[in-house]
């Protein structure tokens, strides 16, 4: 049987992390984005993002708190123990493709410049080994 698991967001950026460097050496970096409802009586809906390699330096280079992005990935379920002792399940998006959408301050009919990265095909998440302290 074939499954798919692909996820796509366009949201506003509002927070993000600092670039970091796996215990293997590779760079990795995580944004949350905030993706609304067509309603306004639903709930904002915060994804977290992690990026590595390229696409991590590009967002770490170019994107900013309160940008338009659309991000494009695979949907991961980690587990990890919280500082009670408590199992917690989490999820975040392993982003394959970003595209942020600029927009200059004196810009109000909100004509979009974009910037586009692609992370080419391959299980990255295999190759990079987080730092302990930096997991959750």
Known sequence: M??????????????????ITGANG?????????VSGKNKEKEAL????????????????YAQEKDTVYVSGELEKRRYTNKQGVEKDTYQLIAREVQLFHREKSDFNRQA????V???????????????????
């Open 26 to 34: 590779k760079n990795f970096i995580t944004i949350t984005v905030c």
């Open 46 to 61: 915060f994804v977290r993002c992690i990026m590595f390699g390229k696409t991590a330096d590009f967002v770490g280079q």
């Open 113 to 116: 410049q974009t910037d586009t």
């Open 118 to 136: 692609q992370e080419p095909n391959g299980n990255v998440a295999d190759e990079i080994v987080l730092p302990e302290e930096e997991m959750f």
């Open 2 to 19: 074939a499954t798919l698991n692909q996820c796509n967001f366009i949201g506003c950026i509002q927070s993000k992390g600092n670039m």
